[in-house]
């Protein structure tokens, strides 16, 4: 179920659009300013309201680690903000000065597009703030954009009724013509990617002006071709939907409509889980927490409403402080199970009951890191676990381990996608994505150069250090 927990008021006109950080919650409005709050009470920030657009502002978004929010306006300017003083870091003047009414972070915060009304696009390098490239749609107006997350590409979608998928050239890799009667309102990319054998899929969910919320299949083939293919068409609402996002990780679906509604989905099956009506008006804008089990949706009537999840592991905050009470009751006072000792990882398998492997366990010295690390081979070969079934209880359990530490609020970007732990020496490789070094630099060396998430081969072997990211992790473990 859900509960709506506060509704704040604090907007003079329209909400245009929320967007969440780990600790941050930003609004923005017809009333030219953007509301900045702690997420953990929603209370506003000492330097909110920014007050640096002269016009509507119809977007905001955070960069990967809530350093940085990006804005956009009527004003035909992208303005980037310091969450840190909430002071103009820097003012992107749009090309053709056209009102910008879209922006988008790439994941890894190395680019940031913004979308005119003229159907231009421009894509600015950010660490420079310089204009990398642009690109256009004629006669449309640009509405929707979403990284995917490999950063390597985006999704646009117009007043036309399209969506087009770009890379960061600028070259348009596939257009799907009339994806919504009457016009595009928004799309986003799921957070997830999907390989098998020769194709890389990715999910997009899009919805607009037909009164339909729509999920995507994108599959790139290794021939380097595209094709979208339409898996769902959800009919929940009955009016034009505005606003649509998946939750961090990828298996719940919002979106917000003009018949005043709020719908929330099983993203995977395509099912209606909740109807909410609590906003007076048109619902233009709707975000996840990605740390939280909160919703937070906007709407015509000026205010912003934050729901709670109650149920799930994307929403039931309650069973996540219990599952933290049970596992320091057993004498396990950390909250990440990379830091287990081998005591911890003793006593967690008396509590599983695994007791049969406690010795064995103790005897190799396995600690909560290599808990982590253990596969069907490392189990038969080096600790000679010969049970077929006590071997397969006892991954399932570490893997209930590893997605616990989603469910305990750790933000999905800091843990490592190859070891799902929380990383130490984050790492950018070439396809886009941050590792945790020691990982990244064995998988190279066994897997033959490809990417772990892609499946592809990558470029160059170069790692570059991650510091932005590991400046956020160290700050997310001082504050838990």
Not at 55 to 63: A, D, E, G, K, P
Request: hydrophobic share 35%; aromatic share 8%; charged share 20%.
């Amino acid at each position: 179920m859900t509960s709506l927990i506060c509704t704040l008021q604090h907007h003079q006109d329209d909400v245009n659009w929320c967007a969440f950080a780990a600790k941050l919650l930003a609004t923005c409005s017809g009333d030219k300013t953007l509301r900045i709050y702690d997420a953990r009470d929603f209370s506003e920030l000492p330097f909110s309201p920014l007050t640096g657009h002269g016009y509507t502002v119809h977007c905001c978004c955070f960069s990967a680690c809530g350093q940085f929010l990006a804005s956009c306006s009527t004003d035909a300017t992208t303005v980037i903000w310091s969450m840190v003083s909430g002071e103009i870091e820097a003012v992107l003047e749009h090309p053709g000065r056209s009102p910008v009414r879209i922006c988008a972070f790439s994941p890894d915060s190395l680019h940031l597009v913004s979308g005119a009304s003229d159907g231009t696009l421009a894509l600015w390098d950010f660490p420079s703030r310089q204009l990398r490239r642009t690109g256009a749609v004629n006669d449309t107006t640009m509405v929707a954009c979403s990284f995917s997350p490999c950063s390597q590409m985006f999704m646009t979608g117009s007043t036309y009724g399209d969506l087009r998928l770009w890379d960061l050239r600028m070259n348009q890799l596939h257009a799907e013509k009339n994806a919504h009667d009457l016009g595009v309102s928004c799309c986003t990319f799921a957070p997830s990617i999907l390989s098998g054998g020769q194709v890389v899929q990715f999910r997009v969910a899009s919805c607009g002006q037909d009164s339909l919320l729509k999920i995507w299949a994108i599959n790139k083939f290794s021939s380097g071709a595209y094709k979208m293919k339409l898996l769902h068409m959800l009919t929940g609402q009955s009016a034009p939907v505005l606003s649509c996002a998946y939750s961090s990780d990828g298996q719940l679906l919002v979106s917000g409509s003009v018949d005043k509604t709020v719908t929330i989905y099983d993203a995977e099956n395509a099912v209606l889980l909740y109807r909410l009506k609590q906003h007076e008006r048109y619902v233009t804008a709707c975000a996840f927490s990605p740390t939280s089990p909160l919703i937070a949706t906007g709407s015509m009537d000026k205010t912003v409403n934050i729901w709670r999840l109650e149920d799930g592991c994307s929403g039931n905050e309650e069973s996540a402080q219990t599952s933290i009470k049970g596992r320091a009751s057993g004498g396990r006072s950390k909250l990440l199970v990379s830091d287990w000792s081998e005591d911890d990882v003793s006593q967690w398998l008396l509590e599983e009951g695994l007791e049969g492997l406690v010795d064995r366990f103790k005897g190799n010295n396995i600690d909560g890191t290599e808990l982590l690390s253990l596969t069907k081979e490392t189990l038969a070969s080096e600790l000679h676990v010969e049970s077929v079934g006590l071997r397969s209880k006892l991954l399932r359990k570490v893997e209930e381990l590893k997605s616990d530490s989603v469910c305990l609020g750790i933000p999905d970007e800091f843990l490592c996608p190859i070891t799902r732990e929380l990383m130490k020496e984050p790492v950018i490789a070439a396809d886009g994505y941050s590792y945790e070094k020691e990982a990244i630099e064995s998988w190279i060396s066994t897997k033959n150069r490809s990417s772990p998430m892609t499946n592809l081969p990558l470029l160059t072997t170069l790692l570059t250090p991650n510091h932005t990211l590991k400046m956020a992790i160290g700050r997310w473990k001082t504050s838990h």
